[in-house]
């Protein structure tokens, strides 16, 4: 009896991510239950070959600002800031510290909708303006295509263990940069109900050559990636 009643208890306060919008409509996907972002959470990224590449991929909750929460996320080499919002997570800013450089979006790009249908994909165009954190100069300004397609769940098992249900999403980006340089980047993620993301792989391309191929996976609870 006292562990039904303990699971009812458990159930009464699980949070619903996302809860304080309306609900999506029928058929839909709540994707915000696979993006809690639960701050520390730390991955290992291998490159494809199978070589590791030290990068230590954090969440840190802040805010809210501006009415809605924020979300800062450090991926080893760029500091991504995100918003909540109603219709989705925005990411509005990027900082690059390799070289000293930040990126701010207008209007701010939706990277996942809050409600998103399997198989149907999101187009959005955001212009990004890349500037100087030293003195805030503008270096280059460009629109970027984002295209988000839910595509499927999977089960996945990882180092971490196996995670059931997992939403596979694809986020595919397109710009024509400075000097008339094409730029792709598709980014592929695994996310686990109440998780987040468990697997997510990265593939990009300037002028058509391949200059980033790797994959990150949800360390096990207490594993450090010094």
Partial sequence: MRGIILLAVMAAVAPVYGAEYEKCQKGAINVYEYWPWKPGAVWEAREMGGGLIRKNHSVKSLGPADGA??????????????????????RYKDFDPRNGTYGEYSP???????????????????????????????????????????????????????????????RDYKDVRRGGAEHRKIAISWNAPGVGMVRGCLV?????????????????????ND
């Avoid at 979300?71 to 925005?90: H, I, M, S």
């Avoid at 996942?112 to 212009?127: H, I, W």
């Avoid at 499927?152 to 997992?166: H, P, R």
């Avoid at 990009?204 to 450090?224: M, Y």
Wanted: include cysteine; charge should be negative; hydrophobic fraction near 35%.
């Fill in 69 to 90: 929460p924020i979300r800062v996320q450090w991926d080893g080499n760029f500091l991504d800031y995100y918003r909540e919002t109603k219709a989705g997570l925005e």
């Fill in 108 to 170: 701010p790009a939706v990277q996942y909708p809050r409600c998103a249908r399997l198989g149907e994909s999101y187009k959005r165009v955001s212009r990004r303006t890349d500037l100087s954190a030293r003195d805030n100069a503008p270096l280059d300004s460009y629109d970027e295509e984002m295209t988000y397609t839910a595509l499927q769940f999977e089960d996945v098992t990882i180092g971490a263990g196996t995670f059931k249900k997992c939403l596979m999403q694809v």
């Fill in 204 to 224: 990009e391309f300037s002028e058509g050559k391949e200059i980033h191929n790797f994959c990150a996976d949800l360390l096990p609870a207490g594993v450090k």
